[in-house]
Every structure is written in C-alpha cells, then in structure tokens.
DNA sequence: GATGAATGAGGCTTCATTCAT
DNA sequence: CATGAATGAAGCCTCATTCAT
C-alpha cells in the first residue's frame, strides 16, 4: 500500500542523528581546546570514535561541521530569553541565570567558543550571515521581552526597547567574556551580581 | 662617557625597530583577514616586503610574531586611560573616545583583531599570560580613575571601584564588540550614546 | 531437454543482464569525460542510478569494469569488417563507412574512449592481453578482406595482405585519431575524402 | 654601476633549470608507467630526489608539471620537421627517421606519452590549448615542407599541401602509435618499410 | 539483490622552519 | 643581514572496497 517502500537497507535515521551529535560534540571539544583552524579533522574523528572518511559522510566538509557547530550554538541563546520570559521578575530570572553560568564549568566553555565563534564570523561570509542572522533574532525577541517588562513597571518607559536590547546583550557579552577568559574564580560571583546591579540601576524606571 | 665603542660593524638599531615595525604592522593585516592560525608566514612576508627567512631574523618564530603583536595591542588600552584622566569629565571623556572609536573604520580592524586575540588567549597559555598581566594593570589603572572620579563627586561613592572597573571595561568590550562584527553603520553613534547613558545611570551617584 | 530445474528463487537473468549493460553505459559516459583513474565508482553508480555498493554485484572490481567495457569497446571493430566485406567495392564501402563516422557526434566519444583504452593497454597487462588478442583477430579479418578484394582485382597483387592490413588500420586509427580530438567540424568530410584517396593511391593496382 | 644588484643569496639560475629538467625527466618516467592520474606526486618527486615539497616550488600544481612535459613533448614534434627539411629526398628523410624511431626504445615511450598527451587533450582545456596550437604550427610547418618538395616534382602537384600534411601527420601518428601499443619487434622494420611504401605511393607524382 | 554505513590508504598541497650562500 | 632552496610533518579530502542490514 505505502509507497514509501524502498529496496535495501533502510536508512537509521536515529542512529545518524546520534552519531552526528557525537561528531559535533567531539567537534566541540576540539574547537574549544585549539580553535577552528587548528583543530584538525584526524583529531576530531579521533574523538568522536570514527574514521576521518566517515566524518566526511555526515558533513560534507570541514567547514560545514564549523557552521553547524555555529548555528547550533547561537540558537541557544534564544532559549534563555524564553526562560527568562517566565522568570517573576527579569531582574530576578537575569541574575539566577547569570550566576548559574558563571559557576558552571561547562558554561565557561560555550562563552569561550562564542569567542572563537565571533572572530571567525568577522572573516567567513558564511558564518556571518549565521551570525548575524540569529543575532537580529535575538535582537528582536529581547526587545519583546524588554517590552513586556516595561508593561510591568520594571524598567524605564523612557528607554527605547530595541536599543536597549542591544545594550543589554552586548553588556552581558561582555560580562560573560571576563568571565571565561579569567577563569571561573569564586570572586565570580560577586562581580557579576555587582555587575548586574549596575545595569539594573540604568534600566529601572527613574526613581519617583 | 661610558665606552660604548664596539668592533666590527655598527648595528643599524633604529633599522631594524623600523623594519620589525613594518613586519608587525603586515601581520596585523594578516591576521585580522585570516586568523592566527590560518595566516602564514608566506603571506606575511610578502605583505613585509622581506623573505620569509628574513622574517626568522626578527622573530625567532611565528608564535613570538603574534606574542609581539599582542603586547603592541593590549599596551594600547593603557593609553586610553590616560587620555580619559585628562578629561573634563569622565562621561564627557568617555563618549568622545567611544565615538571617535565608532566612527573610526581602522579602530574596527583594532577590535576585530582583540577578540582573535582574546580567543587565542583562552588557549595559549603564553599569550594567556600577557592577557592576564595587560588586564590586571588595566584594572588598576581604571580603578584609581574611578576612585579619582569618585572624589569629585562624578561617581556614587558606594561602589567599589576594582569591581566597578571590571565591570565598566567588560561593558566597554561588549559595546566595541558589538560594533565591530556589525560593521560600523550611521545608527552606531545612536547605540553608543544609549549605551553609555544607561551605563552612566548606574555609575553616577544616587540622586540625593 | 536436460533438466535446468533449480532451487530457490529463479535468477533474472534477464534483468541482470539489461543492468550490466545500464552500468557500462553509464561508466562510459564517466571514463570519456574523465579518463579511467579520475572517473571514480561514486560517480559511475550515480550516473547509473545504483548504489556503490550496488555495483560490485556486477563488478567485482573498478579494474573488471574497465575491462569489460574495453572488450565491449574493441569487439565493435570486427563488426565493420563485416559491414565492409558486403559492400559493392571496398573503396566505397570504407568511405561511406568513415563519412558517416566523421560526421556523427558520438563516434567521436568512440574514438576518444579508444584512446583511452589504447593508453591504458600500454601499462596495465590485462588490457594489454585483451588489445592484442583483439588487436590480432581484426588484422586477420582484414587480411582475408583485403585477400578477398585483391582476387577481384581491387588492389595491387603485390601488397601482402597481412602487412597492409596493418597499415591500413593503423591509417584509420590515425585518421580517426585527428578527426576525434580536432573536434568534428565541416572540414572534416573533405579531409577524410582526401586522406581516404590518398591511400586508395597506393592499394589499387598499379596502373597497367 | 650596475643596478641589477640584489642583497641576498643569489639565484642559482643553472641549477634550478637543471632540477627542473631532472623533475620532469622523472615525471615523464612515472607517467609513462601509470599515467597523468595514477602517478602520485609522491612517487615523482622520490624518483627525482627531491621532496615532495620542493617539487612543488618548481611546478605550483601537479597541472603544471604535466602541461610542461606536454609542452615540452609536442615541441619535439617541430623538430623533425627540420629534420626532414634537410634530406636528400623527403621519402629517403622520411624513411631513416621512420626506422630510427621504430627501433630506439626511447622512442617508443616518448609515442606512449604522446597517446596518454593526446587522451588527456581531449578533456583538460589547458591542455588541448597547447595541443591544439602545436598541431597547427606542425601542420604549418609541413604543409611549407610538402610545398617545397612538390616544386622539387617529389609530390603530386595535384595534392593540396595543406590537407595532404594533416594526412601524412595523421597517417604516422597512427603508424607509430601501433608500433608503440605492440612493443618494438623485429618485424616492425618490415611493417614501416611497407606503409611508408604504400603512403609513397600516394604521395609521388602519378606515373607519367 | 540492493542499499546504507564505514574505513584504511592514499592524493595533492601547504606550513613553519632551517641552512647554505 | 638577507635571500634562495629545501624539507618533514601535517592538513583536508577522496577513493575503492567491504559488511551488516
């Protein structure tokens, strides 16, 4: 009845996907320890348990494995402004998720890599248009967001959203690069509380 | 008076700095078009007008080339302090140095070329070294500036002026971060005056 | 009558057949554009609508294809012969033989391709078995040909059937040969009409 | 005075041309035994004591190598025109250099190159550009040749120089070539002997 | 019988670096 | 001091081939 039958051996699309996580996350790794240029492809097979041949059958060229690596980490950020969206208060949701990356180990990584991230896609066309892409979209929901809590009363109505949504992100680019490329101390902490509260004392409305 | 007489041919001291300088600013170009990495020295050379072994005289290897190149470009931010302790005003100071680095096309190669190095920094220890020496002398340097600020009333005094250091220049590397990957545009200027305002916000002392 | 009774599923010899052939079509086509080595298997499956892995079934080896398409290729050779030994007179025969090869496009793929194989049998052994061994049986042919024509008076006596049957293949492989990598142009009719009548000159009998 | 001085290690302008010639004896070794496709950069530069990394500073691509041998190859082609130019009688000329050619070894490799030359032509572009111009100054250069020889009353007056040299060329081309496929025997003398014998017969003024 | 998946070996090319001139 | 010449190591990628499904 289905037409859908096809001859030979049929394709495991689970066992690809996982096998191109594993490629990427070993990518990752690799990227993250020598950067994009000098990580090789024999190394990152290595540690992704496969032969440098069978890299290639799940992207078709080392650049492409960077792009995806790209493209897979800047759609995180997207989904910290979901969660901050269902925080009680923006302040309250910022800084708990602030201080949870400045602690995690793991967390220190992704910055580091958005470091390597950034400079390449100041010189690939490519990897650009990735970036710039998500990062408008980025743009455009935390505008919303900023939006929303204005609505609320948390911050300034004379502040213009989408401005400050880029002064917000390129703050907290900031912060989290100190951050990663310091080393995660425990004075971490208290710097980006204070940290946060300097932002916080520009984006609150005016005091009354 | 001292006896500085030496045999054989005088060396051409004030060549060779030239000539290291030209070798310096070729590599500059280099790397900012293409990494650290995925310059070579070919490239390099040739952009120096020297032979590639000629390179080898003024750098004993590629990696001291761009060790070199670091230390040029993070002294560099040293000299701003400078410039802003002279300032009428810290504010005053500050918005005509971000504004003239905004519009200036060059200052955009010059954080470009930062982030390569931050990224690089976060790997090689060598370079992390420098890095972290640079930072922490800027640290200082900005902390006394706040401090002397804070005397004349142009900063709320209940900050701390080591964190509020780290805190302004991780602000300031976020905003020159962001100009920098997304090309210098008219609309900069209006970003970095919002920037700073919302910044200056938090600085300046509670409204009494 | 003998009992071909087998067990299991009938083998379609047929359809296998008719396959075998789709693929050497399809490596042709490669092998022409990009010789025998730079043609690769991923290629030839393609064109041939079959998997890689499809095509050692008919093949064990890149090196059985290459062959059976060269036996395929040479065979085609003694079939004028044939052609040649039913027509009226051998010299009309052999030039409407040649004008209609010289103006058909994809006679000169043939010849392109024979080049090829001519190349490859003077290193690889096995090719070279196959070329003589064909190479041989169409210089007999010939021989009898010209055997045949010299008893009816068409060519000189004097010629030994074996030597000039030699030479006059290689003539046509020469022939062709130009024709095939000039490209067919309208010249071409005048030039083969011209070389043809040049040879005629020194097989028929000499005048009397 | 002279101003062609240059400060460094000067150019060893005898040496390099020698390795140049060295290399591409080499390649000219391994392509003759694997052909274009199947020798491996690896293997020429073994066979020319030298690197593989310093081949590649004398020929920027494996492309290139390949299209100074063709070059330098087909080259040698206008050499034998001279050649004959100066004999006694172009058939007396035509026949010693014939008969050379058929019982040097060298020369039996030089023709298979010239088949691999010729196959390759037919698809690199770079390639039949070279091809195609030294066939035409050959066919130039013959015609001129064929010209003079008619005005000495050694040729048919009737034949057209032009067309009868692409013939004559085509016609040796395939008479070497079948020496070349079949290996130098004994009887190739004969078999040269004969064709030649039979193209004279075209070529000489019809019997008066 | 036919396909997807995997791989060792190898191909071309480039790189940072050295050494003689 | 500066250049030409050379090179081992490595990088990215492709190939013919096998094997489980």
Known sequence: MANTYRKG?????EGRAARRKEIMAAARGC??????????TAEISERASISVAG????????ADLVLALVEEDLEMDLEWVGVLAKAESLQIGLTRLALEYANDVGCGDAVRLRLEITAEASRDPKIATVFTDVETRLVTAVSHLLADRQAKGEIDLALDPEVTARTVLAFLDGLFGWIAVGGASQ???AFVRAALELMWRGLKPAAS
């Open 31 to 40: 990227f993250l320890r020598k950067g994009f240029h000098a990580a090789s």
């Open 9 to 13: 051996r049929p394709v495991d699309l």
């Open 187 to 189: 004075e971490n902490e």
């Open 55 to 62: 890299l290639y059958q799940y992207f078709p060229t080392k």
